[in-house]
């Protein structure tokens, strides 16, 4: 079966109108994501939803129905319904991949699923960004450069308020001299999720083919591997090694 891959963006930059986000992505962040999607992945079915879909575009139904969720979001975080975060939160630890981008660091199920503030610094002056390759090995790492350019972009920086990640592949550097963990994963039950933090709304990243590969690479890479179920509780009774032994 192909993977299924749903792209969620909360597209409140573009509906309010904003210009200069109109601008890079006349159609919105999602489209300009799931088109790159499309490119390098062209067996995958890739979809789009938004904040004001009903259900925020992710019911149970749907959320079932996806591999691989790509999440980005910016000034709406506090209008996604808890509800819609306890299925997200779910159907990760079932096994469901996920992909946050850029300030998707402040997704309520981000936040939830890491358990820290995922804070970090942060200014937005339009400097450079170098994304140096920091773990060639890793599969999302495949045909990524050791380094590429940003040409423009907004500045996060350390500390960022995460736990320990699992892996770090890429890390940023900016010409004020800030550094930044800006591609790392997680496991949570079953489920993998990969954090990409380049792609503000005001700079056209996500038509770069350094981020698409790198988008490509991550969603391929956090798709169930066994499957999607949650840990059964399986109650043991006692003496149960002993009579494991005399079988």
Known sequence: MSLRILVWNENVHETRGDATVLGHYPHGIHTAIADGLR????????????????????????????????WWGHIAHDEVSDEVVDRVQRSVQAGMGLVVLHSGHFAKPFIRLLGTTCSLGWRNDGDQERV??????????????????????????????????????????????EVFRSGVTFTRGRGRIFYFSPGDQEYPVYHQPEVRRVLANGARWVAPVNGRALPEVVALQRGWLEEDAGR
């Open 39 to 70: 490119e390098l992945l062209p067996d995958a079915r890739v979809e789009t939803a938004t904040l004001a879909d009903p259900e925020h575009g992710l019911s149970q139904e749907r959320l079932d129905d996806t591999d691989v969720l790509l």
């Open 132 to 177: 140096w390759t920091v773990d060639p090995g890793h599969p999302i790492a495949a045909d990524v450069p050791p380094r590429f350019t940003i040409p423009a972009q907004e500045v996060y920086s350390e500390y960022f308020d995460i736990p320990k990640p699992d892996d770090v592949i890429f890390l940023s550097t900016f010409a004020g001299g």
